[in-house]
């Protein structure tokens, strides 16, 4: 009997967790829905920000055109505040909707190693939001694109800097959608949680760039150029011509990113409270 309970087979595979939690996420139907409409909106408001740049371009003045930033058509930084919001919303949801389901008793009960199923909800989390990330970039820059030939020529999937604009756009929706799961790994309710991820995509990168009590203008901006917001935007970045204020370098920007998500890896899979 003792061999039995220490053998290996005893104890759940990654592959049945990582089926288990890819089930729980893809088996909502407003999943598919969702993303699949973010992507589609995005790429549309993508197309018709060109073509608006299109139609002006024979009569904007020669220093126009020399500043003009096509990722400014392509990643509209308010609108995109919205992907970012999302992304918390549907990380956020694969919590603290268990717990207000009261599905994760049943989860730990099959799986009692509560860092296995953390683990395995962060692996799919992650893969799923980077592959939207993936697609919605690629079709956002294929649209940009499209619309430009035959007037404004040079921009392309070569170009310097759409390449790291896709990759930082990959990384960027499942960073959120980790943030998303620590918060509510925190909060432990559903509507707190929610609202949390609201102010936080939403409110908290406007309000860093006003005014703050208490704090000086560069604390304010560097805390703001922190915020996966305005570090995916400037991954974004490949003319300063609409660019207002102080922005990170580069290497900043990568490592705020990188950095929001070992934080929310950590609380989610390591921060002891109680699950059911």
């Known amino acids: 009997m ?18 288990a939690e890819w089930i729980k996420l893809w088996s909502l139907r407003s999943t598919a ?10 790429v549309y408001l993508a197309y018709k920000a060109a073509i608006t740049t299109y139609d002006a371009w024979p009569t904007m003045a020669a220093w126009m055109k020399a500043v003009e930033d096509p ?23 694969t919590i603290s909707g268990e717990h207000a389901s009261g599905l994760i008793r049943t989860t730990l009960i099959a799986v009692p190693d509560r860092n296995r199923v953390m683990l395995a909800k962060v692996a799919v989390v992650t893969g799923v939001l980077a592959a939207v990330g993936l697609v919605l970039s ?55 949680t929610v609202f949390t991820v609201l102010a936080f995509f939403l409110v908290g990168p406007v309000a860093f760039k006003g005014r703050v009590p208490l704090l000086s203008a560069d604390l ?18 490949m003319a300063h011509g609409h660019i207002v204020g102080r922005i990170a370098s580069v290497p900043t ?24």
Do not use: K, Q
């Open 2 to 19: 003792t061999a039995v309970v220490n053998s290996p087979i005893s104890r759940a595979r990654w592959r049945d967790l990582l089926g």
């Open 33 to 42: 829905i969702v993303l699949g409409c973010l992507i589609v909106g995005y």
């Open 71 to 93: 990722a400014h058509d392509a990643f509209d930084f308010p609108a995109f505040m919205l992907f970012e919001a999302a992304m918390g919303t549907i990380g956020a949801m």
């Open 138 to 192: 690629t079709a956002v820059w294929a649209a940009t694109f499209t619309v430009f030939s035959g007037r404004i020529n040079g921009y392309s999937f070569s170009t310097p800097g759409v390449g790291r604009s896709i990759l930082a756009t990959t990384l960027m929706a499942p960073v959120c959608g980790l943030i998303g799961m620590a918060l509510a790994a925190l909060i432990r309710n559903t509507a707190g």
């Open 220 to 237: 304010a901006a560097d805390i703001s150029n922190r915020l996966p917001a305005y570090s995916w935007a400037r991954l974004c970045l």
């Open 253 to 276: 920007a990568w490592s705020a990113l990188i950095g929001w998500a070992v934080v929310s890896v950590a609380l989610v899979v390591l921060l002891r409270r109680r699950d059911v």
